[in-house]
């Protein structure tokens, strides 16, 4: 396969305010939203990113389409660093390189028609010479994600959450990108409308062969849709194996505890789930050496002294973890 | 007799001098100690029935329409908000999703816990902050007499939530009332507060009534659960029943929408309903609208099953022990 984004070492850190009290010769904190972050999505592959709150995965996918400026690091996108081109400069890959995002509303101009609303990215990219063809694409592609043509001379109000959320899937859809960053796209939707969203998504993605980067929390979506999985704790990814076998054969602690906490359709677990420890710490007090081993079952010395590199085992399967090799050897799939 | 008993319950939204029916004569019990699970989607009514249990309708243009409350064999509707907070003020308590929304935030944590115990009981302030301080130890927080003196916004949602348990459970209530307790919290969060509900239940003897839209969160914390779509409760039954033999196609829709993080989607256990390897059994169509009219049974236009009875009747509930369905096709459902 051929690689199609190739990101190395992203940092992208804010600056806060100074807490108040504090006196001006003191550094203002710094917030390492994402702290060195590499992977590399394929050409038609699906990278879901998964953790949870705070952990940096919105930053890393908000950070590609440069809606957050990166403070180090590289991003290749077909020979190019996206990362320290301007916003001229960046946009001939705009269209290339498409958003959607968890609240298809907040995208959708309410004052627009749907016709209106996807129209003008097909215009400002050159994709539609005249209003026919524009209206024929439109129409051609509602359809694919399940709605009648005929609704792109209604406004967003109009729509329940889950084809508003189709909508977004077109707006993007249209302009034939070749890498998605998908952020929580399908979480704000009940979960009957959340699995035709996911069929309507899984289905375009395999047949136009779009690239994806699938950012959630849910690790039951997460495994339906991803091909790889990269896990973040605190602004690093912890591990990332091919989806199947990051599901069975979890290394890394924090992936174990993750998979665990899903609370499952069987009664018979009550009371079983391992029981946890701690709370995910914050990205401004992040803990010494390993991030993860406040709340680490298997952590020692080594844990709290040195941060441990994300390495790749002979099977693909990368883990970021002082105990790793005795770990998963131990793990019960 | 249960400690608490929902009759025929029916609630309506008032919108446009219109009486919009919202839940429709649902009935449960709940046993003192015991766990019963709420689950449908957004609109279903699950959290209006809980607003009407408390007595948190007033001032809405929500309204009971018809039936009966039943809390340690009284009828709560029969009494005046008065008396109804003078008797039942200390027996229920209940949490929210988001917890900073409850909290005030100008006050201290420990303030807002002796407020709730005060209510309750006489004593000093000296005894009240001492059990506000044992309270926060219920709830497994730590150094619980250092975070006494916390402003909400310096604690983690998790641990709001937990402060929020700790003022429900300061007036030592016979039932908790929990609205989607979890929803807010990230998954490793969430477990461990489940954990601790599942504690206090069985140290405390409380029922708990869990509110929630996740079919996990229910099927691990409930040993009972009723499943509400359009305002109607469609399948009711005990946990292990009704994950191991749903009786109504809603449940069994719902069950095969969520994608299973234990199973390989390229393997053949997952296919839609046209067998097409890969996707979701998702149940096709939404809720319709709330002024929208549905003949025979609410769920057919969504149904794979409906047959013309279906859409002339609305289906009489199947009890078959005790495992109850809303539906006309229940005994060949299992």
Not at chain 1, 124 to 140: E, P, Q, V
Not at chain 1, 251 to 263: C, G, K, N, V
Not at chain 1, 313 to 333: E, I
Not at chain 2, 1 to 5: F, G, K
């Given at each position: 396969?051929?690689?199609?984004?190739d990101?190395?070492?992203?940092?992208?850190?804010?600056?806060?305010?100074?807490?108040?009290?504090?006196?001006?010769?003191?550094?203002?904190?710094?917030?390492?939203?994402?702290?060195?972050?590499?992977?590399?999505?394929?050409?038609?592959?699906?990278?879901?990113?998964?953790?949870?709150?705070?952990?940096?995965?919105?930053?890393?996918?908000?950070?590609?389409?440069?809606?957050?400026?990166?403070?180090?690091?590289?991003?290749?996108?077909?020979?190019?660093?996206?990362?320290?081109?301007?916003?001229?400069?960046?946009?001939?890959?705009?269209?290339?390189?498409q958003?959607?995002?968890?609240?298809?509303?907040?995208?959708?101009?309410?004052?627009?028609?749907?016709?209106?609303?996807?129209?003008e990215?097909?215009?400002?990219?050159?994709?539609?010479?005249?209003?026919?063809?524009?209206?024929?694409?439109?129409?051609?592609?509602?359809?694919?994600?399940?709605?009648?043509?005929?609704?792109?001379?209604?406004?967003?109000?109009?729509?329940?959450?889950?084809?508003?959320?189709r909508?977004?899937?077109?707006r993007?859809?249209?302009?034939?990108?070749?890498?998605?960053?998908?952020?929580?796209a399908?979480?704000?939707?009940?979960?009957?409308?959340?699995?035709?969203?996911?069929?309507?998504?899984?289905?375009?993605?395999?047949?136009?062969?779009?690239?994806?980067?699938?950012?959630?929390?849910?690790?039951?979506?997460?495994?339906?849709?991803?091909?790889?999985?990269?896990?973040?704790?605190?602004?690093?990814?912890?591990?990332?194996?091919r989806?199947?076998?990051?599901?069975?054969?979890p290394?890394?602690?924090?992936?174990?505890?993750?998979?665990?906490?899903?609370?499952r359709?069987?009664?018979?677990?009550?009371?079983?789930?391992?029981?946890?420890?701690?709370?995910?710490?914050?990205?401004?007090?992040?803990?010494?050496?390993?991030?993860?081993?406040?709340?680490?079952?298997?952590a020692?010395?080594?844990?709290?002294?040195?941060?441990?590199?994300?390495?790749t085992?002979?099977?693909?399967?990368?883990?970021?973890?002082?105990?790793?090799?005795?770990?998963?050897?131990?793990?019960?799939? | 007799?249960?400690?608490?008993?929902v009759?025929?319950?029916?609630?309506?939204?008032?919108?446009?001098?219109?009486?919009?029916?919202?839940?429709?004569?649902?009935?449960?019990?709940?046993?003192?100690?015991?766990?019963?699970?709420?689950v449908g989607?957004?609109?279903?009514?699950?959290?209006?029935?809980?607003?009407?249990?408390?007595?948190?309708?007033?001032?809405?243009?929500?309204?009971?329409?018809?039936?009966?409350?039943?809390?340690?064999?009284?009828?709560?509707?029969?009494?005046?908000?008065?008396?109804?907070?003078?008797?039942?003020?200390?027996?229920?308590?209940?949490?929210?999703?988001?917890?900073?929304?409850?909290?005030?935030?100008?006050?201290?944590?420990?303030?807002q816990?002796?407020?709730?115990?005060?209510?309750?009981r006489?004593?000093?302030?000296?005894?009240?902050?001492?059990?506000?301080?044992?309270?926060?130890?219920?709830?497994?927080?730590?150094?619980?007499?250092?975070?006494?003196?916390?402003?909400?916004?310096?604690?983690?949602?998790?641990?709001?939530?937990?402060?929020?348990?700790?003022?429900?459970?300061?007036?030592?209530?016979?039932?908790?009332?929990?609205?989607?307790?979890?929803?807010?919290?990230?998954?490793?969060?969430?477990?461990?507060?489940?954990?601790?509900?599942?504690?206090?239940?069985?140290?405390?003897?409380?029922?708990?009534?869990?509110?929630?839209?996740?079919?996990?969160?229910?099927?691990?914390?409930?040993?009972?659960?009723?499943?509400?779509?359009?305002?109607q409760?469609?399948?009711?039954?005990?946990?292990?029943?009704?994950?191991?033999?749903?009786?109504?196609?809603?449940?069994?829709?719902?069950?095969?929408?969520?994608?299973n993080?234990?199973?390989?989607?390229?393997?053949?256990?997952?296919?839609?309903?046209?067998?097409?390897?890969?996707?979701l059994?998702?149940?096709?169509?939404?809720?319709?609208?709330?002024?929208?009219?549905?003949?025979?049974?609410?769920?057919?236009?969504?149904?794979?099953?409906?047959?013309?009875?279906?859409?002339?009747?609305?289906?009489?509930?199947?009890?078959?022990?005790?495992?109850?369905?809303?539906?006309?096709?229940?005994?060949?459902?299992?």
């Open positions: 396969m051929t690689t199609l984004l990101v190395r070492a992203l940092k992208t850190h804010f600056t806060l305010k100074r807490r108040p009290g504090s006196t001006w010769f003191r550094p203002k904190p710094i917030l390492k939203a994402v702290d060195g972050v590499s992977f590399t999505i394929d050409v038609g592959e699906v990278l879901a990113l998964v953790g949870e709150s705070g952990c940096g995965k919105s930053t890393v996918g908000r950070t590609l389409v440069k809606l957050e400026r990166a403070t180090g690091g590289q991003a290749m996108f077909g020979g190019t660093d996206i990362l320290p081109l301007s916003t001229k400069a960046f946009r001939p890959l705009r269209r290339q390189i958003m959607i995002f968890q609240d298809p509303f907040a995208s959708l101009n309410p004052r627009l028609t749907i016709e209106q609303t996807l129209a990215p097909l215009r400002i990219h050159g994709l539609a010479t005249n209003r026919t063809a524009s209206r024929k694409r439109i129409g051609a592609m509602l359809e694919q994600v399940g709605l009648a043509p005929d609704a792109m001379h209604r406004y967003p109000h109009a729509f329940s959450g889950g084809q508003r959320q909508i977004g899937i077109a993007v859809m249209v302009l034939a990108p070749d890498l998605i960053v998908a952020d929580e399908v979480s704000a939707l009940d979960v009957s409308v959340q699995a035709q969203v996911l069929n309507v998504l899984k289905d375009l993605q395999r047949d136009s062969g779009v690239a994806m980067l699938f950012i959630s929390h849910d690790l039951g979506v997460v495994r339906h849709v991803g091909d790889r999985v990269a896990v973040m704790y605190l602004g690093r990814i912890v591990e990332i194996a989806t199947k076998a990051l599901f069975e054969r290394a890394h602690p924090y992936t174990q505890l993750l998979l665990a906490s899903i609370p359709l069987d009664p018979a677990r009550r009371g079983l789930r391992p029981k946890l420890m701690g709370e995910p710490a914050s990205a401004t007090a992040m803990p010494s050496g390993c991030a993860f081993h406040p709340r680490c079952p298997h020692n010395q080594r844990c709290i002294d040195a941060t441990p590199e994300l390495e085992r002979a099977d693909g399967h990368a883990v970021a973890c002082h105990h790793a090799d005795k770990l998963t050897a131990g793990h019960a799939a | 007799m249960p400690l608490l008993e009759d025929r319950l029916s609630v309506a939204v008032q919108s446009d001098g219109l009486l919009q029916p919202v839940v429709r004569e649902i009935s449960f019990t709940l046993e003192r100690g015991a766990t019963l699970g709420i989607e957004s609109g279903c009514g699950k959290s209006l029935t809980s607003l009407a249990i408390m007595g948190l309708l007033a001032g809405t243009p929500v309204r009971i329409t018809g039936g009966h409350i039943r809390f340690d064999g009284r009828d709560l509707l029969a009494l005046e908000a008065r008396e109804r907070r003078r008797l039942m003020g200390a027996a229920m308590a209940m949490i929210f999703q988001e917890p900073m929304t409850s909290l005030n935030p100008v006050y201290r944590v420990g303030d816990i002796i407020e709730a115990i005060e209510q309750h006489r004593c000093s302030r000296r005894e009240s902050r001492e059990r506000a301080r044992e309270l926060l130890q219920q709830v497994r927080i730590p150094d619980p007499a250092g975070k006494l003196d916390f402003y909400p916004h310096q604690l983690s949602g998790g641990m709001r939530q937990r402060v929020m348990i700790a003022i429900a459970l300061a007036s030592d209530p016979a039932l908790l009332i929990a609205d989607e307790p979890t929803t807010a919290l990230d998954v490793t969060v969430q477990a461990q507060i489940l954990d601790l509900l599942l504690e206090l239940q069985r140290d405390h003897g409380m029922a708990i009534l869990l509110i929630s839209h996740d079919l996990g969160v229910i099927a691990e914390t409930c040993n009972r659960v009723a499943v509400m779509y359009r305002g409760i469609v399948e009711r039954a005990s946990s292990v029943a009704l994950f191991a033999m749903p009786r109504h196609p809603y449940t069994l829709g719902l069950m095969r929408s969520v994608p993080p234990d199973v390989d989607p390229d393997s053949n256990l997952v296919r839609d309903a046209r067998n097409e390897p890969g996707r059994d998702a149940i096709p169509g939404r809720v319709p609208a709330i002024d929208e009219r549905v003949d025979g049974c609410a769920f057919h236009p969504r149904c794979s099953m409906a047959e013309p009875v279906c859409r002339r009747d609305d289906p009489a509930v199947h009890d078959r022990n005790g495992h109850e369905s809303r539906c006309h096709f229940a005994d060949t459902l299992s």
